[in-house]
């Protein structure tokens, strides 16, 4: 009987110890983002500013901005 109960407490220690273990493989290399970027419409403009990366200076980009607008909800109200 003693030897089942040193068994128990052995697993559930490797148990205790290797799933976190476990889970952090999991999540850091299996876990990586599968997302589709979304389009820019329109034409990019460069801007007269920039900005730089391992010493190279990268002018920053300007994307298609819309027109002001607003919002009504059910009622007619802005």
């Known amino acids: 009987m003693k030897g089942i ?3 128990k407490k052995t ?3 490797v148990l205790i110890l290797a799933l976190p273990g476990f889970l952090y493989y999991l999540l850091t290399a299996e876990g990586r983002n599968r997302y589709k970027p ?3 419409y329109g034409p990019k403009l ?3 500013t920039s900005h ?4 190279n200076d990268i002018p920053d980009t300007i994307y ?3 027109p002001g607008f607003k919002l009504y909800d059910q ?3 802005k």
Do not use: T
């Open 5 to 7: 109960g040193i068994v």
């Open 11 to 13: 697993l559930i220690l």
């Open 38 to 40: 979304l389009p820019v």
């Open 46 to 48: 460069l801007a007269k």
């Open 52 to 55: 730089k990366v391992n010493g």
């Open 64 to 66: 298609h901005h819309l």
């Open 75 to 77: 009622y007619g109200k």
